[in-house]
């Protein structure tokens, strides 16, 4: 099958969270099953292109930009898929993140950033970029693609649409004139198209008009058919829960692999735990904490945002300090949190080290070296830490909802006895619920036995691609059926 994967991110070209991961590595599982997969990209500033081997392939006339833009290729390292960029220099040649200006607001254009992409995507699609390349699949990932479903969907011979939801809290909601002036066909505006509360939704291009809609776990495509988790959009996922499935995310075991890590100087693996130690005490001596080996080392890297639950983790750490544990804690994001996590790293410099940033060499050692990892969040889609963590026998403690609720296994007299142990789960969102899920796994903690079998039994879990890849792929052929249903029905 020839399929055409469309994202805002993925290593390791540019990343800021787990779309990013899902881009660099669900393609490369689709080509190791024979498909003919292809990733098209904006073509940021901070995408080395030099480095990366980018070379101009052809150019592409799109409607409503003024000027042409350029497609770059190379491919992804270690594997037979290309990597297209699209190379527009006023939509994308700027420094910084993909989605924020350097005072943390969205790009005042980002409208026009990513309907460009969609153009972009719908030329290659239709084959009218010279490529003499037709998908069967477009495969759209949140609202950046939004729109492609939405003007593909009147071309005839046209491929078929897959969207996936990776979150919905970001639907890409611009004011209504953007319609107009992003020259989108008026047939497209109204409920039934692309306005949502008379804004314009980009979200609403994948919901409404792909062929078929995923998202990235069972619990979260359940979830999002409820007005708790469903953002307004609840009623609409609901009239098409029958074209709306649930796939778990896979992990990239070339990439997160405590016996390989190239980030990492401590390798180990199930049958050998001596490295965990070792990189355990390096993890403390960088964090500048007392290297004691008894102290659990709780460990937690994400975006510093409401979603992660960041302020639960704030609010329990005083509730738990008198324990004798240790927090490492990475991440950049909203300034309150940022600041709020500084002030307690003073109030208690011998148990918490904050790190601000992004680093991706330090998220390999925390998973490495830390005993246990934190995932309080209030909604997860899936959530890749958590897998990450089993692997590193790091145990995972989490809340229980869409992909964290997929992927751990809780802690319990029932769980124990048949082995499926594999962290800490809990329910509600509250510090109070976390601290005492923290204090559960410290009782765990203090009978070594007990805790290496857990440990192990996370260790050996296989979260790999190849199933969730093998389950995409049967998703498009339904969606390829669904097509021309939609197609016939039309004609
Ligand atoms: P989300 O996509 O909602 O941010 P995921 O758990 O799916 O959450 O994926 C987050 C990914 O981004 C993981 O690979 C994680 O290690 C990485 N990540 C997040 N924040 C940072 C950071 N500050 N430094 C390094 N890596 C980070
Ligand atoms: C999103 C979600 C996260 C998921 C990731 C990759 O950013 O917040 O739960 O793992 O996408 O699908």
């Known amino acids: 099958m020839k399929i055409l994967f469309v994202a805002s991110e993925a290593t390791p070209f540019i990343k800021t969270g787990g779309l990013a991961d899902v881009g660099g590595s669900l393609p490369k599982a689709l080509a190791a099953l024979g498909h003919d997969v292809r990733i098209l990209l904006p073509g940021y500033q901070a995408i080395a292109?030099?480095?990366?081997?980018?070379?101009?392939?052809?150019?592409?006339?799109?409607?409503?930009?003024?000027?042409?833009?350029?497609?770059?290729?190379?491919?992804?390292?270690?594997?037979?898929?290309?990597?297209?960029?699209?190379d527009y220099p006023p939509a994308y040649d700027r420094p910084g993140h993909p989605y924020l200006d350097a005072q943390g607001r969205e790009w005042y254009d980002n409208a026009e950033r990513f309907a460009?992409?969609?153009?972009?995507?719908?030329?290659?699609?239709?084959?009218?970029?010279?490529?003499?390349?037709?998908?069967?699949?477009v495969h759209c990932n949140d609202w950046q693609s939004g729109l492609i479903p939405a003007l593909l969907g009147n071309e005839p011979e046209r491929p078929a649409t897959v969207f996936t939801i990776h979150n919905l809290a970001y639907q890409g909601l611009f004011p209504a004139d953007r319609f107009e002036s992003l020259g989108l066909p008026a047939h497209l505006w109204g409920i039934e198209g692309l306005e949502f509360y008379d804004n314009l939704s980009f979200i609403k291009g994948g919901l409404v008009f792909a062929d078929w809609i995923t998202t990235v776990s069972?619990?979260?495509?359940?979830?999002?058919?409820?007005?708790?988790?469903?953002?307004?959009?609840?009623?609409?996922?609901?009239?098409?829960?029958?074209?709306?499935?649930?796939?778990?995310?896979?992990?990239d075991y070339d990439v997160w692999n405590p016996a390989t890590d190239t980030l990492t100087t401590n390798h180990f693996d199930v049958a050998d735990l001596d490295g965990k130690k070792a990189s355990k005490q390096d993890l403390q001596r960088l964090a500048g904490l007392p290297a004691d080996p008894d102290a659990a080392l709780i460990g937690t890297v994400g975006r510093l945002?409401?979603?992660?639950?960041?302020?639960?983790?704030?609010?329990?750490?005083?509730?738990?300090?008198?324990?004798?544990?240790?927090?490492?804690?990475?991440?950049?994001?909203?300034?309150?949190f940022e600041q709020r996590l500084r002030e307690l790293a003073d109030?208690?410099?011998q148990q918490l080290a904050v790190f601000i940033g992004y680093n991706e060499s330090l998220a390999h050692q925390i998973e490495s070296?830390?005993?246990?990892?934190?995932?309080?969040?209030?909604?997860?889609?899936?959530?890749?830490n958590q897998l990450y963590s089993l692997r590193y026998g790091t145990l995972p403690i989490v809340r229980s909802t869409g992909g964290l609720k997929d992927s751990v296994v809780d802690t319990n007299a029932a769980t124990l006895a048949d082995g499926t142990a594999s962290g800490i789960v809990f329910a509600e969102a509250s510090s109070e619920a976390l601290a005492e899920a923290v204090r559960r796994a410290l009782t765990l903690y203090s009978d070594p036995a007990r805790w290496r079998q857990i440990m192990r039994h996370g260790m050996q879990q296989d979260f790999s691609w190849r199933r969730s890849a093998t389950r995409y792929v049967g998703l498009y052929r339904r969606a390829l059926a669904a097509a021309d249903d939609r197609g016939e029905s039309k004609g």
């Open 218 to 251: 069972p619990s979260y495509a359940a979830e999002i058919c409820t007005p708790e988790y469903g953002c307004g959009l609840d009623s609409l996922l609901s009239q098409r829960r029958d074209r709306l499935t649930g796939i778990l995310n896979g992990v």
């Open 116 to 137: 460009i992409l969609c153009r972009a995507g719908c030329s290659i699609a239709m084959n009218d970029a010279d490529l003499d390349w037709r998908p069967d699949v």
């Open 49 to 86: 292109i030099h480095d990366h081997g980018f070379k101009v392939v052809a150019d592409l006339t799109l409607p409503s930009i003024g000027g042409t833009a350029r497609l770059l290729q190379s491919r992804l390292p270690d594997a037979a898929v290309p990597v297209w960029l699209v």
């Open 369 to 384: 070296g830390a005993d246990m990892f934190l995932m309080p969040s209030r909604f997860e889609p899936c959530g890749l």
């Open 305 to 336: 945002v409401e979603q992660k639950g960041v302020d639960l983790i704030t609010a329990a750490i005083p509730q738990l300090m008198p324990r004798k544990l240790q927090f490492i804690i990475l991440g950049s994001g909203e300034a309150r």
């Open 347 to 349: 109030r208690y410099p």
